[in-house]
């Protein structure tokens, strides 16, 4: 039976569409590069920022640096706000919480940024540890995975308790890597169609009820 649960944060418990593709069409004028098309730039929502940059963003590695910066310019004070918590899901963590299980957030987003959105959505009572990507770093999903892992103190005995819950293929593989199971979620529509099943989720869901009833009876 699953009693750890990690969480995926951008598509999973919050819908932060609006926030991150004002904020990459703000980073590409300041960079004086054509903006991308909407479906491009919401590829950019899971991967870490320096690698969706470069593809689907078309920059070079220094370009996409420049890019997280501005960014983050406009990303910190304001986008990371223009953000809805995803339906049922701040109560279903709750409910979790009460019940025992032990929960915890895994992102590749920047953690103080983690910090805050959780904050501001009523995420953190729920949560044992919020785990995210350093302000300066190259950290895989599997980095951030093995990190929550951790601090959490998980041994290599309790991986068959702990179950990932992310809306991407990032998610599942990095997941996969630390050998541990990931539940897909199709929230909001970020992957493409089958794209969480043949990445290897043990299951996809679409609602926070059919999440909880997953997370229940396995």
Known sequence: MYHYIFFDLDGTLTDSKEGILNCLRYAFEKLGKPVPPEAALIKFIGPPLQDSFVDPGGCTREEALAGIEAFRERYEPVGKFENVPAPGLPELCARLKKDGYVMALASSKPEN???????????????SAVTGSPLHGDHSKADIIRETIRRLGLTDAEKPQILMVGDRKYDVAGAKECGIDCVGVEFFGYA?????????????????????EFIRTH
């Open 113 to 127: 940024l983690c910090v805050d959105i959780c904050r501001r959505f009523g995420y953190t009572p729920s949560f």
């Open 192 to 212: 493409a169609p089958g794209e969480l099943a043949e990445a290897g989720a043990v299951a996809v869901v679409c609602s926070a009820a059919e999440l909880e």
